[in-house]
């Protein structure tokens, strides 16, 4: 890890630090897009793209993350840097799970599944372990349940998966 990663990583449990990131985001996007999702985050944490569809406008909406690798598939979270509210992708997975994520400039279809119980606490183990700011996202967040999710590779022309005629 570079020397600027750690010290996102320490800052990262700072309300301003999340503050700053939401700004960020939309340059972000324009970088990932430029650089055909290669880099996302500016580079400094495992990042992809996830594009969903918007549960109300049915348009797809694309956020960058950052994931955790777990066997085939990668873990999201849905701490919206600590806010009371849910982040929209995360609603949008919950009304249709269906989605496409670009890891490193590979798009790929994906189904996101909601994890639960014991699945649950070990994903977010190694979400912690990844960005240890999650500790005070909780917190921040005043009780709601932040959501994680495992984003499994989805067979193309399975019903349901992107690109496919439903």
């Known amino acids: 890890m570079s020397a600027l990663g750690a010290l996102t990583r320490r800052l990262g449990r700072h309300r301003w630090f999340g503050t700053a990131m939401r700004l960020l985001v939309p340059a972000d996007r324009a970088i990932g897009r430029l650089t055909r999702g290669r880099v996302v985050a500016l580079g400094l944490v495992p ?7 918007g549960r109300r406008s049915g348009k797809p909406r694309s956020n960058p993350l950052l994931y955790v690798p777990d066997g085939d598939g990668y873990v999201v979270i849905g701490s919206n840097w600590g806010q009371a509210q849910q982040p929209a992708w995360a609603l ?6 269906e989605a496409e994520v670009d890891v490193a400039g590979r798009r790929m279809p994906v189904r996101a599944e909601l994890a639960t119980g014991a699945e649950r606490d070990r994903l977010w183990r190694l979400l912690v372990e ?7 996202y909780v917190e921040r967040a005043g009780g709601r349940e932040i959501r994680i999710f495992r984003l499994v590779p989805a067979e193309r022309g399975t019903p349901g998966a992107p690109g496919t005629a439903h």
């Open 47 to 53: 990042s992809l793209v996830i594009t969903t569809t």
């Open 92 to 97: 949008n997975l919950l009304a249709l799970p």
């Open 130 to 136: 990844e960005w240890p700011a999650y500790q005070a």
